[in-house]
């Protein structure tokens, strides 16, 4: 894990009045400034109408950024926030060979020790469409290969 916790912000605000097109767009945005994550909640309003939680996850630091991006982005008359204390694992990369072909499968540590991976679901995708092989079954070789692989290095990287 890291050395210690790194701090962030979490900023939410709702929305009643924009379309899912716009919401869409807004995530986009919000990811391609380098917010952490975005996600949307639906939520009853007053007066019983639908709509979205709209949360931003994002360094401490660029808080006040994506504050005033969602002001100027969306259609929100205001946001809240909160700071959050957060540990996180450790992540690598590997490539492993199937009958398919190559996958690249995303590895998570924990005090250097493998313990979990997943096979990249845009490599099986494309080597599923490719060979006529199921998704399923292409994943399932990628998640033996990089097990293998863990395994011949005693699960550590």
């Known amino acids: 894990m890291q050395e210690a916790p790194d701090q962030v912000a979490e900023i939410a605000c709702n929305l009643d009045d924009m379309t899912g097109e716009e919401l869409g767009h807004l ?3 919000l990811l391609a400034a380098g917010a952490l994550d975005v996600w949307f909640t639906p939520i009853q309003m007053k007066k019983s109408r639908p709509g979205t939680l709209l949360t931003v996850l994002c360094a401490a ?8 991006l969602l002001l100027r982005a969306s259609s929100t008359l205001g946001v809240r926030w909160h700071l959050a204390e957060r540990l996180v694992a450790e992540r690598a990369e590997a490539k492993v060979s199937t009958a398919f072909g190559e996958v690249r499968v995303k590895l998570k ?3 250097g020790q493998v313990v979990s991976l ?8 494309a080597l599923a469409q490719r060979s006529g092989a199921s998704l399923a079954r292409v994943r399932e070789a990628a998640q033996e290969a990089g ?3 863990i395994g011949r290095s005693k699960g550590t990287l």
């Open 27 to 29: 995530m986009e945005t």
């Open 147 to 149: 097990t293998a692989l």
């Open 61 to 68: 630091s660029e808080r006040e950024r994506f504050c005033q």
């Open 109 to 111: 540590l924990l005090n």
């Open 118 to 125: 997943k096979p990249e679901y845009d490599d099986c995708a």
